[in-house]
């Protein structure tokens, strides 16, 4: 199975911060990574997959990078309502598909 | 509007079986394959199961192979997953997905998931 690590595991933000979460597959995943954003209390919501693309409704202030082993999600100006655990999931080889452990924001 | 609806969960008997349902509103059901994802408390997300929009194929995480099984009534737009031998740590939140691509085959991109049920094993 492709493990999937995020990093940090936690990080500290503010408002109007420009924020980059990491993710590292144990192999090439070949741009199939998804991102995930789970608010307190929700559940998931598709943000990017195809390791750039942003689904529906995402705001531009979302972006995602990266290739091979290493990708990366961006968003370029925090906001409040940003607060969340982000998970990074690669379905390049399946089954299974497999998420990383997440990355909280806290204010 | 487009949804996805759980129901079946609560608190179970360690060694008991569970049915979990999942009916799906606002979009063409029998063309989708359809997924499960589980969260235990306080931990991430962990794929669980897939199926393909006939259920005719249905892939399952190794970690539950013998004592999962998955499947579909597309003309009541409802998935269904079954666990028995229930354990401990099966106590999760078992989410309802919807792959991405609505066609032949699977993407495992998730773009619509359920509100989730919650699924307590303990005596």
């Known amino acids: 199975d492709i493990v999937v690590t995020q990093s940090p595991a936690t990080l500290s933000v503010s408002p109007g911060d420009k924020v980059s979460l990491s993710c590292r597959a144990s192999r090439s995943i070949a741009a199939r990574l998804a991102w995930y954003q789970q608010k307190p209390g929700q559940a998931p919501r598709l943000l990017i997959y195809?390791?750039?693309t942003r689904a529906t409704d995402v705001p531009v202030r979302f972006s995602g990078s990266g290739s091979g082993t290493e990708y990366t999600l961006t968003i370029s100006a925090l906001q409040s309502e940003d607060v969340a655990v982000y998970y990074c999931q690669q379905y390049h080889n399946w089954p299974p598909v497999t998420f990383g452990q997440g990355t909280r924001l806290e204010i | 509007d487009v949804k996805l609806s759980e129901s079946g969960g609560g608190l179970i008997q360690p060694g008991e079986s569970l049915r979990l349902s999942c009916t799906a509103s606002?979009?063409?059901?029998?063309?989708?394959?359809m997924a499960w994802v589980r969260q235990a408390p306080g931990e991430g997300l962990e794929w669980v199961a897939s199926?393909?929009?006939?259920?005719?194929?249905?892939f399952y995480t190794n970690s539950l192979k013998g004592r999962i099984s998955t499947s579909r009534d597309n003309s009541r737009s409802t998935l269904f997953l079954e666990l028995s031998g229930l354990r401990a740590e099966d106590t999760a939140v078992y989410y309802c997905?919807?792959?991405?691509?609505?066609?032949?085959?699977?993407?495992?991109?998730?773009?619509?998931w359920g509100q989730g049920a919650l699924v307590t094993v303990s005596s």
């Open positions: 195809e390791a750039s």
């Open positions: 199926v393909d929009d006939g259920g005719e194929a249905s």
């Open positions: 606002g979009f063409t059901f029998a063309n989708c394959a």
């Open positions: 997905v919807k792959d991405r691509y609505c066609g032949s085959g699977f993407t495992y991109v998730f773009d619509l």
